[in-house]
């Protein structure tokens, strides 16, 4: 095994760590095979380590009222637009609300490509929409679904 | 998903919810002037939120990290050994968010996106707005950094194994 292509190994671990998939798609084809290998043991157990300890600092959990005090910045809804909604409900996950993957992650390709906010603002609603009642309609949703457990979200999105 | 890169940041559960909260204001009040260009929407999502941590970071010092949630806490009496390994926990959790938090500002967000948040080397280099050669300099500095401060928990570490298997062995 060449000595070069275990430093870039090295500099791949040293980079993005022990886990292939945290790796771009080009160096984990490159180098996947070399890692599990008996001459990078060194090297994989030196970013194991790392990983390791990083993993054990958990982020604490959301307050389960954080939604609703975002709720609260909002004014009432007047009216609903379905696909705003469905916009807003693509936005839960990078919240981390809980019991929110009723939407594809791939759903946010989409909307960037349908002409995410200004498009959707405008051209999908028969009427003017406000945008404050529309964030709280999204927001209600969310609370709703935040009071499910896990299973039944996952129940009702099966659904 | 936010909230956690937030708090991972900011290391403070109020300033983490607070975070969350500002950048669902932003994000409304900003998504009408919001144009693809090419960049997704995640990123551009992750961008708000991490450039209203690091002015956060930038208008105050960091406030002492809290512990992590102490999940699983039930008020039951534990054994012995089931409170040493909790307080072990606990002073490892506290040594990986202080090594994070002396880690410069950068260098923590490269983590915090690439580690935590599972973003690809390209998403994170967007969110942060600078190359993928740098954004790879930062994250291997970072590390390198985390490596020599967790240095001493990763002996004791060993050490606690080494003498679990004494044990075990007597």
Redesign the interface.
């Given at each position: 095994m060449s000595t070069d292509r275990l430093e870039e190994l090295r500099?791949i671990c040293?980079?993005?760590?022990a886990d292939p998939?945290?790796w771009?798609a080009v160096e984990r084809d490159a180098y996947a095979a070399l890692f599990l290998s008996d001459e990078a043991a060194e090297i994989r157990a030196?970013a194991q380590?790392?990983?390791g300890?990083?993993n054990?600092?958990?982020?604490?959990?959301?307050?389960e009222d954080?939604t609703r005090?975002?709720t609260a910045?909002?004014v009432p809804p007047a009216q609903q637009s379905l696909s705003v909604m469905d916009w807003f409900r693509s936005?839960a996950?990078?919240?981390?609300f809980k019991g929110m993957r009723l939407v594809p992650a791939g759903a946010?390709?989409g909307?960037?490509?349908i002409?995410?906010?200004?498009g959707i603002?405008?051209a999908s609603a028969e009427q003017p929409l406000t945008?404050?009642s529309e964030?709280l309609a999204y927001f209600e949703t969310d609370i709703v679904l935040a009071s499910l457990d896990e299973e039944e979200a996952a129940t009702w999105d099966a659904d | 998903?936010?909230?956690?890169a937030s708090?991972?940041m900011l290391q403070s559960?109020d300033a983490?919810?607070d975070a969350?909260?500002e950048?669902?204001?932003r994000?409304?009040r900003n998504?009408?002037?919001?144009?693809?260009r090419g960049?997704?929407?995640?990123t551009w999502?992750?961008r708000v939120a991490m450039n209203y941590c690091l002015d956060q970071l930038r208008k105050s010092k960091r406030e002492a990290p809290?512990e992590?949630?102490p999940?699983g806490l039930d008020g039951r009496a534990d054994s012995a050994d089931r409170q040493d390994q909790k307080l072990f926990?606990s002073e490892?959790?506290f040594a990986?968010?202080e090594a994070?938090g002396q880690l410069p500002e950068r260098q923590r967000l490269a983590?915090t996106l690439?580690?935590?948040q599972?973003l690809?080397?390209i998403e994170a280099a967007e969110v942060m707005k600078i190359s993928v050669d740098a954004l790879?300099s930062l994250?291997?500095r970072g590390?390198?950094s985390?490596?020599e401060k967790?240095a001493p928990?990763?002996e004791h570490l060993m050490g606690k194994m080494d003498d679990e298997q004494t044990t075990h062995v007597n």
């Amino acid at each position: 095994m060449s000595t070069d292509r275990l430093e870039e190994l090295r500099r791949i671990c040293d980079t993005y760590g022990a886990d292939p998939a945290h790796w771009p798609a080009v160096e984990r084809d490159a180098y996947a095979a070399l890692f599990l290998s008996d001459e990078a043991a060194e090297i994989r157990a030196e970013a194991q380590a790392l990983d390791g300890f990083l993993n054990a600092a958990t982020a604490p959990r959301m307050a389960e009222d954080l939604t609703r005090r975002i709720t609260a910045a909002y004014v009432p809804p007047a009216q609903q637009s379905l696909s705003v909604m469905d916009w807003f409900r693509s936005l839960a996950p990078f919240a981390g609300f809980k019991g929110m993957r009723l939407v594809p992650a791939g759903a946010l390709a989409g909307l960037g490509a349908i002409g995410l906010a200004s498009g959707i603002m405008t051209a999908s609603a028969e009427q003017p929409l406000t945008p404050e009642s529309e964030a709280l309609a999204y927001f209600e949703t969310d609370i709703v679904l935040a009071s499910l457990d896990e299973e039944e979200a996952a129940t009702w999105d099966a659904d | 998903m936010i909230y956690a890169a937030s708090y991972r940041m900011l290391q403070s559960r109020d300033a983490a919810e607070d975070a969350t909260q500002e950048t669902f204001l932003r994000l409304w009040r900003n998504a009408a002037k919001w144009k693809p260009r090419g960049a997704k929407f995640e990123t551009w999502l992750y961008r708000v939120a991490m450039n209203y941590c690091l002015d956060q970071l930038r208008k105050s010092k960091r406030e002492a990290p809290e512990e992590a949630a102490p999940g699983g806490l039930d008020g039951r009496a534990d054994s012995a050994d089931r409170q040493d390994q909790k307080l072990f926990l606990s002073e490892q959790r506290f040594a990986i968010d202080e090594a994070l938090g002396q880690l410069p500002e950068r260098q923590r967000l490269a983590i915090t996106l690439c580690h935590y948040q599972e973003l690809s080397n390209i998403e994170a280099a967007e969110v942060m707005k600078i190359s993928v050669d740098a954004l790879e300099s930062l994250l291997a500095r970072g590390r390198r950094s985390l490596r020599e401060k967790l240095a001493p928990m990763r002996e004791h570490l060993m050490g606690k194994m080494d003498d679990e298997q004494t044990t075990h062995v007597n």
